[in-house]
């Protein structure tokens, strides 16, 4: 099974509201990445977080990470319809110099 | 800005031609990547190479290979293209392991 998996896989919501998804992973990792795909594109890097590091911040976005349970969260605030995508987490351990993503989070913003 | 271009968006193939993608990337990065993306199963790592000539097979390099013959280019050969090779082929670099992957806008791929 996938290193991340992503809960839930869609999302719908209006135009103002937060957004929240969340990543689970089986092993323990360096760092884990979150990036968003629109549609027919290809992936964008949004934040990294560190194993060591608990919280990041860019923009409207918040990246949480809970080592001991293996997840992490990412919230999108007073979403816009431009944040219509797929959201994916993807994790890298140092052994294998490799990204495993996730299957991704569908998320509709409606105006 | 990096950019990771792919050759094509669209390709359309027959059962059993040999089909060759391109990827190239700007920026002087050492790593580059092939993934496949498929629905429901997200992104799957195909082949990767950390420099020139040198490649590593990823989860699921079967029926396909990879050339990399200069630093900016690495492309994904399907030595006899089937119809379960039908997917949204994506390319990615970066200069360091750790750090985030840059992504270009994918190939779709049919396979007739």
């Known amino acids: 099974s996938q290193q991340g998996e992503e809960d839930p896989q869609a999302l719908s919501i209006q135009e103002g509201e937060n957004a929240t998804m969340n990543c689970s992973y089986k092993?323990?990792?360096?760092?884990l990445q979150w990036y968003r795909q629109n549609s027919g594109r290809g992936l964008v890097h949004l934040i990294l977080i560190r194993s060591n590091e608990r919280e990041k911040h860019s923009g409207r976005l918040r990246v949480t990470l809970d080592t001991s349970k293996k997840s992490s969260s990412l919230l999108i605030t007073a979403s816009r319809a431009a944040d219509t995508a797929s959201y994916f987490c993807?994790?890298?351990?140092?052994?294998?110099?490799?990204?495993?993503f996730g299957g991704g989070t569908r998320v509709l913003v409606k105006p | 800005d990096v950019k990771v271009t792919q050759s094509s968006r669209y390709l359309v193939k027959r059962t059993g031609e040999k089909v060759f993608l391109e990827c190239v990337q700007d920026m002087d990065h050492e790593n580059m990547f092939w993934y496949r993306q498929d629905p429901g199963l997200g992104l799957r790592l195909i082949y990767f190479?950390?420099?020139?000539?040198?490649?590593e097979k990823g989860d699921i390099p079967e029926g396909y290979s990879v050339s990399r013959e200069k630093k900016e280019r690495f492309s994904l050969i399907l030595e006899s293209a089937s119809t379960n090779q039908t997917s949204m082929y994506l390319c990615a670099s970066n200069g360091q392991y750790n750090q985030p992957q840059h992504f270009g806008d994918g190939t779709r791929l049919s396979i007739l």
């Open positions: 993807a994790t890298f351990k140092a052994a294998g110099n490799k990204l495993t």
């Open positions: 190479s950390y420099d020139v000539k040198m490649k």
């Open positions: 092993t323990s990792i360096n760092n």
